[in-house]
């Protein structure tokens, strides 16, 4: 448990990042500073900084609740990415074409892509995404933190029951408000740099601690071994009976890389803040080299928890973890029922005791369907059913259960200091993404609905009073939602459904606007509307699946014909899709959704754009390239020749340093020579002919997700560490430097008027 001293170094670590962002509060001028930062940042800033977004304490919650659930066999088949991946990031996919435009925001694209109406009606639906994706932010932080500081559900003050969900919600977005409101994009992202750079150190601490902790070959890799058949953690080749997180979900992924590139973030101030298009897609390449021991850290907190819940060594230590959290649990989601027969429901959790072994001391194998978690979730189940309680009760019981596993666990392993530490280390995560995030979708409502419908421009100083009111309605709905909100499915999937209402279509939108001239707006409407509806349907039926839709089919005796037409048609799929009727559950999962609806838009969007279609469309006025270029624009690309062509293929330009060249050449060779040819390619090829034991992907996954990537850790801590503190330096020298022009304000001017 916290101690005086945990609470210390989490109290100074906050300190210290408040007042930085204080002190750059001078920096920001204008509008453009507030939204991207003056455009002035480098790489490493940039890399470092938006590094800290995507691990934030939401992403590691929801990545170990996958791996808790599916372990890591799946992700050997990522691998096979790795050449597609690494070329999209060393040609600058998308985001270099996007750099190029120079807007400020997605919507103002947009607007000059198709036309002003599309960008009112495409931003109404992608901050309607992106704000309900959003909206779980706090609930998800606010939990972890009452669970992992053991904090009580309510606190009396003044005589009066307040929430404690409620209060820490309050106080951690009342924290990232204050940093935007210092600066926006310039406070936001010096911040998110200085809470990657003090992060890196305390990743490597607890990366230390549990390989001390605990015994690689002599306790985790037999816990990860220990799975059912077709269920395997460890055996790529024995994952057919996985669900949700599964090689179905792994192909959807490939589909959307290409689709979603820029994915929600291409609303961030990140996606405009570089110096230059080249010095964006340098940030994104060194986002290979970046991750080295948070990436560790996430794979060994997973192995950690497993372990430390599922191996006997620990059977005392786990009981009573699990114990423990289902009392809390129950407490938080069946506050409402009678208090009583909840009592007597906790008592029941401490007097179960899980069977981890057989008879003879042999583990027994576990599974999705049979493990110790099942057995106390079950416990809930039957209790909701014998007292007739709300059925919605049981999945959200377990949803809750799964995501604060983590927590659970973490605060009776991590000793004094190192529980600071890591505390000091999520709430980084949180306030980094919650101070993104909330910028982001603030941003749309006012640069992408409100002034595009008033058509006239703010002045300056009202300009960023609209900014600061916009995004603090996102952190008061988001507030409300999170206070009200029944999440019913996993963090992951949540943010498919709701991400499909943008990336269902708008993805398709985007990538064909950037890349073709033949796309014009009757595509983008019918891509967009088609993403749109399949979202938002697929998102009630999920919320109305167990409390109305399936008792009314079972009422009027149809749900039986309905669940053999569900697996009828899922069946050509199986095991990988598998539509089977659930009582608590809608079958078909939001990762399938959010395929059906991708795959719909894209052909909805070139058949309309063909059927609408004039002229082309003139790239190279929206990428300032020909006729149009400037001073400011892309160097013309070099003649190809035998001698450059591979280096041309691999994105490596005239704009390119030796350092530069140095990188490219580097992250080539770690993904596509290490990562897919000898991790993955040559490992299959020997799997042909000689089939590996679990033993042997014991030791594979030791080196390929330990070892290894350790050594490059250690090189990619000090390495950054320089790179960053270096680049904070250069932002400050060139924000101070800057002259601030208030035209540059996001709007779009008649010249790229297509209506």
Same mark, same amino acid.
Not at 200 to 208: D, F, N, S, T
């Given at each position: 448990?916290?101690?005086?001293?945990?609470?210390?170094?989490?109290?100074?670590?906050?300190?210290?990042?408040?007042?930085?962002?204080?002190?750059?509060?001078?920096?920001?001028?204008?509008?453009?500073?507030?939204?991207?930062?003056?455009?002035?940042?480098?790489?490493?800033?940039?890399?470092?900084?938006?590094?800290?977004?995507?691990?934030?304490?939401?992403?590691?919650?929801?990545?170990?609740?996958?791996?808790?659930?599916?372990?890591?066999?799946?992700?050997?088949?990522?691998?096979?990415?790795?050449?597609?991946?690494?070329?999209?990031?060393?040609?600058?996919?998308?985001?270099?074409?996007?750099?190029?435009?120079?807007?400020?925001?997605?919507?103002?694209?947009?607007?000059?892509?198709?036309?002003?109406?599309?960008?009112?009606?495409?931003?109404?639906?992608?901050?309607?995404?992106?704000?309900?994706?959003?909206?779980?932010?706090?609930?998800?932080?606010?939990?972890?933190?009452?669970?992992?500081?053991?904090?009580?559900?309510?606190?009396?003050?003044?005589?009066?029951?307040?929430?404690?969900?409620?209060?820490?919600?309050?106080?951690?977005?009342?924290?990232?408000?204050?940093?935007?409101?210092?600066?926006?994009?310039?406070?936001?992202?010096?911040?998110?740099?200085?809470?990657?750079?003090?992060?890196?150190?305390?990743?490597?601490?607890?990366?230390?601690?549990?390989?001390?902790?605990?015994?690689?070959?002599?306790?985790?890799?037999?816990?990860?071994?220990?799975?059912?058949?077709?269920?395997?953690?460890?055996?790529?080749?024995?994952?057919?009976?996985?669900?949700?997180?599964?090689?179905?979900?792994?192909?959807?992924?490939?589909?959307?890389?290409?689709?979603?590139?820029?994915?929600?973030?291409?609303?961030?101030?990140?996606?405009?803040?570089?110096?230059?298009?080249?010095?964006?897609?340098?940030?994104?390449?060194?986002?290979?080299?970046?991750?080295?021991?948070?990436?560790?850290?996430?794979?060994?907190?997973?192995?950690?928890?497993?372990?430390?819940?599922?191996?006997?060594?620990?059977?005392?230590?786990?009981?009573?973890?699990?114990?423990?959290?289902?009392?809390?649990?129950?407490?938080?989601?069946?506050?409402?029922?009678?208090?009583?027969?909840?009592?007597?429901?906790?008592?029941?959790?401490?007097?179960?005791?899980?069977?981890?072994?057989?008879?003879?001391?042999?583990?027994?194998?576990?599974?999705?369907?049979?493990?110790?978690?099942?057995?106390?979730?079950?416990?809930?189940?039957?209790?909701?059913?014998?007292?007739?309680?709300?059925?919605?009760?049981?999945?959200?019981?377990?949803?809750?259960?799964?995501?604060?596993?983590?927590?659970?666990?973490?605060?009776?392993?991590?000793?004094?200091?190192?529980?600071?530490?890591?505390?000091?280390?999520?709430?980084?995560?949180?306030?980094?993404?919650?101070?993104?995030?909330?910028?982001?979708?603030?941003?749309?409502?006012?640069?992408?609905?409100?002034?595009?419908?008033?058509?006239?421009?703010?002045?300056?100083?009202?300009?960023?009073?609209?900014?600061?009111?916009?995004?603090?309605?996102?952190?008061?709905?988001?507030?409300?939602?999170?206070?009200?909100?029944?999440?019913?499915?996993?963090?992951?999937?949540?943010?498919?459904?709701?991400?499909?209402?943008?990336?269902?279509?708008?993805?398709?939108?985007?990538?064909?606007?950037?890349?073709?001239?033949?796309?014009?707006?009757?595509?983008?409407?019918?891509?967009?509307?088609?993403?749109?509806?399949?979202?938002?349907?697929?998102?009630?039926?999920?919320?109305?699946?167990?409390?109305?839709?399936?008792?009314?089919?079972?009422?009027?005796?149809?749900?039986?014909?309905?669940?053999?037409?569900?697996?009828?048609?899922?069946?050509?799929?199986?095991?990988?899709?598998?539509?089977?009727?659930?009582?608590?559950?809608?079958?078909?999962?939001?990762?399938?959704?959010?395929?059906?609806?991708?795959?719909?838009?894209?052909?909805?969007?070139?058949?309309?754009?063909?059927?609408?279609?004039?002229?082309?469309?003139?790239?190279?006025?929206?990428?300032?390239?020909?006729?149009?270029?400037?001073?400011?624009?892309?160097?013309?690309?070099?003649?190809?020749?035998?001698?450059?062509?591979?280096?041309?293929?691999?994105?490596?330009?005239?704009?390119?340093?030796?350092?530069?060249?140095?990188?490219?050449?580097?992250? %080539? =060779? *770690?993904?596509? +020579? &290490?990562?897919? $040819? !000898? #991790?993955?390619?040559?490992?299959?090829? @020997?799997?042909?002919?000689?089939?590996?034991?679990?033993?042997?992907?014991?030791?594979? %996954? =030791? *080196?390929?997700? +330990? &070892?290894?990537? $350790? !050594? #490059?850790?250690?090189?990619?801590?000090? @390495?950054?560490?320089?790179?960053?503190?270096?680049?904070?330096?250069?932002?400050?020298?060139?924000?101070?430097?800057?002259?601030?022009?208030?035209?540059?304000?996001?709007?779009?001017?008649?010249?790229?008027?297509?209506?």
């Amino acid at each position: 448990m916290m101690t005086w001293i945990d609470f210390l170094l989490v109290a100074v670590a906050l300190a210290a990042v408040l007042y930085v962002g204080f002190k750059s509060r001078k920096y920001m001028h204008g509008v453009s500073d507030f939204l991207a930062a003056g455009r002035v940042a480098g790489r490493y800033v940039m890399a470092i900084s938006t590094g800290e977004v995507m691990i934030g304490l939401i992403s590691l919650v929801a990545v170990i609740e996958s791996y808790y659930l599916c372990g890591f066999a799946v992700n050997f088949w990522y691998n096979v990415l790795m050449p597609i991946s690494t070329l999209m990031a060393l040609t600058g996919y998308c985001f270099y074409r996007y750099r190029e435009t120079r807007v400020l925001t997605m919507g103002q694209f947009l607007e000059m892509r198709y036309s002003r109406n599309f960008r009112f009606v495409a931003s109404a639906f992608q901050a309607l995404s992106g704000i309900l994706n959003y909206a779980i932010f706090p609930a998800v932080g606010a939990r972890f933190f009452i669970y992992f500081m053991d904090l009580p559900h309510t606190v009396s003050v003044g005589g009066v029951t307040v929430s404690v969900y409620a209060l820490t919600m309050a106080v951690a977005l009342a924290i990232s408000l204050s940093i935007i409101f210092m600066g926006g994009q310039v406070s936001i992202m010096v911040t998110d740099c200085l809470q990657g750079l003090m992060s890196y150190p305390i990743y490597a601490l607890i990366v230390g601690f549990i390989i001390w902790r605990f015994s690689l070959q002599g306790e985790m890799v037999p816990t990860l071994a220990n799975r059912a058949a077709g269920e395997s953690f460890l055996n790529p080749y024995e994952t057919y009976r996985l669900r949700d997180f599964n090689l179905f979900f792994l192909f959807v992924g490939v589909v959307s890389m290409f689709v979603n590139r820029m994915g929600m973030g291409s609303s961030s101030g990140y996606s405009a803040a570089a110096k230059s298009p080249h010095e964006q897609k340098m940030g994104m390449l060194l986002g290979t080299w970046r991750d080295g021991f948070s990436a560790i850290m996430m794979v060994l907190l997973t192995v950690a928890c497993l372990t430390y819940l599922n191996h006997p060594d620990f059977s005392r230590e786990a009981r009573e973890v699990r114990a423990e959290l289902c009392g809390k649990v129950a407490l938080d989601v069946l506050k409402h029922e009678n208090p009583e027969e909840v009592r007597a429901l906790r008592e029941r959790f401490y007097a179960v005791t899980p069977q981890l072994t057989d008879e003879a001391g042999n583990l027994l194998p576990l599974s999705q369907s049979r493990n110790p978690d099942q057995l106390y979730t079950r416990l809930v189940t039957e209790q909701i059913t014998q007292a007739h309680w709300n059925p919605k009760n049981a999945q959200k019981f377990r949803t809750v259960y799964s995501q604060m596993l983590l927590p659970s666990a973490l605060k009776h392993m991590l000793p004094v200091g190192l529980l600071g530490l890591f505390c000091a280390m999520m709430v980084f995560m949180m306030v980094s993404t919650d101070t993104t995030y909330m910028h982001s979708w603030g941003a749309v409502l006012l640069q992408d609905l409100y002034l595009p419908w008033r058509k006239k421009q703010l002045d300056p100083r009202r300009h960023l009073l609209g900014l600061r009111l916009c995004i603090a309605a996102v952190a008061v709905f988001a507030f409300f939602f999170s206070l009200l909100f029944e999440q019913m499915d996993y963090i992951m999937m949540f943010f498919q459904i709701t991400g499909a209402i943008w990336l269902g279509g708008g993805g398709t939108v985007i990538v064909f606007g950037l890349y073709s001239r033949f796309g014009n707006t009757a595509g983008a409407y019918a891509s967009l509307l088609t993403g749109v509806v399949m979202a938002i349907l697929g998102f009630t039926l999920q919320q109305t699946w167990p409390g109305y839709i399936c008792p009314w089919l079972e009422s009027h005796g149809l749900a039986e014909g309905v669940g053999a037409f569900l697996e009828a048609v899922s069946k050509p799929f199986h095991p990988y899709v598998v539509w089977a009727m659930d009582k608590e559950k809608f079958p078909i999962n939001s990762r399938e959704i959010l395929f059906l609806a991708i795959v719909l838009s894209i052909l909805n969007y070139i058949i309309a754009s063909l059927i609408a279609y004039r002229r082309p469309y003139n790239l190279d006025r929206l990428l300032h390239r020909g006729d149009y270029a400037d001073a400011n624009s892309a160097p013309r690309a070099g003649v190809w020749t035998w001698k450059n062509v591979f280096s041309k293929l691999i994105g490596i330009t005239e704009e390119y340093t030796r350092g530069d060249r140095i990188l490219a050449w580097s992250v %080539f =060779c *770690w993904n596509v +020579v &290490y990562r897919f $040819g !000898i #991790v993955f390619l040559a490992v299959v090829i @020997w799997n042909v002919f000689q089939p590996w034991s679990n033993q042997a992907w014991g030791v594979y %996954f =030791c *080196w390929t997700q +330990v &070892y290894v990537v $350790g !050594i #490059v850790a250690v090189v990619s801590t000090v @390495w950054f560490i320089w790179g960053g503190t270096r680049d904070i330096r250069r932002l400050f020298r060139d924000l101070a430097a800057r002259e601030d022009n208030p035209d540059d304000n996001g709007q779009v001017s008649d010249r790229f008027s297509q209506e």
